[in-house]
């Protein structure tokens, strides 16, 4: 197959430029780097007019799964709000749940949404379904305590970036399959849904360092996988392998054209609108992994955050189908 690939938008190869890259993870690499890929939530929220509370919740094995829940401090409480429920990216193995935070704190300024962002548990001390059915555990107590968070469960969306896009779209088809609790959409940010990692994207973003690589990528997956064979990977994990994407909420999905996940995530898209259902997907041009949550500064990190919002404000606006 020919190593040609899109090239980088020009602004983004000029700020890439300053960046380190890495071809390959290790064990040994990333006990370096996951300390690294924690930020403090604290900046973020100067300026902000925003109440924070922290809870747990328990997970299948009855281990506490930490939440933030960061509401507009300005609510008067008269109107019930839409909630984000947000998932980290980092691979599966790194990241917390203030990684990329600053995407769904936008969606609060802009709608006062309540933002419920959750600690799923990390590969590779925890494997196979824990991180998605902790995700889903978050997802069952906000529903749950709906009427204390002041939220219209109507209009709950799940929402995350790389990992925690795959992990959303796992805990869609959860909440499908187990009919409970609603979705009102699905925003899949570069997610990763496919552990096999064999597309003609994964393969053209091979044996070079970069922002996240085929051998990254195999790496996270095999951390997540753990013992299991291809034949016993869960749909739920891995979701790209669901044979039915029908009767899932809308979704949101977009991509970069110069990143590992572009075809995976297109063809997620495409059998969503196979099986009936809706999908709004984005491809941008030049964009390689994680652009706009690295750079928001670039223009086209402007305009992909803003086109998200944009989708956002529609469906928020539409009242509920009957």
Sequence with gaps: MTTARPSLDPELQELLADMPLMSRLSPEVLAQVRPLSSMPVEPLLEGRAVDRREVTVAGPDGT????????????????????????????????????????????LDEFGAVVVSVDYRLAPESTGTVPVHDCYQGLLWIADHAAELGIDPARIIVAGASAGGGLAAGVALLARD?????????????????????????????????????????????????????????????????????????????????????????????????????????????????????????????????????????????????
């Design 178 to 322: 187990l009919g409970t609790p609603a979705i009102a959409a699905q925003v899949l940010i570069g997610p990763m849904l496919d552990h096999r990692n064999t597309t003609t994207s994964s393969l053209q973003y091979a044996n070079e360092p970069g922002v996240w690589t085929r051998e990254m990528n195999g790496f996270g997956w095999r951390c997540l996988l753990g013992d299991l064979s291809d034949d016993e990977v869960p749909a739920y994990v891995s979701p790209a392998l669901a044979d039915d994407l029908a009767g899932l909420p809308t979704a949101y999905i977009d991509t970069g054209s110069a990143e590992v996940f572009r075809d995976e995530d297109t063809e997620y898209a495409t059998r969503i609108w196979a099986a009936g259902g809706q999908a709004e997907l984005h491809v941008w041009a030049g964009g390689f992994h994680g652009f706009d949550a690295l750079y928001p500064q670039a223009p086209i990190s402007a305009t992909a955050r803003r086109t998200r919002t944009d989708w956002l404000a529609r469906l928020l606006s539409t009242p509920p189908a009957v």
């Design 64 to 107: 506490p799964i930490p939440l933030s829940v960061f509401s507009p401090a300005n609510s008067d409480g008269t109107a019930a709000a839409p909630c984000v429920y947000w998932m980290h990216g980092g691979g599966m193995v790194m990241g917390d749940r203030f990684s990329q935070i600053d995407i769904p704190l936008e969606w």
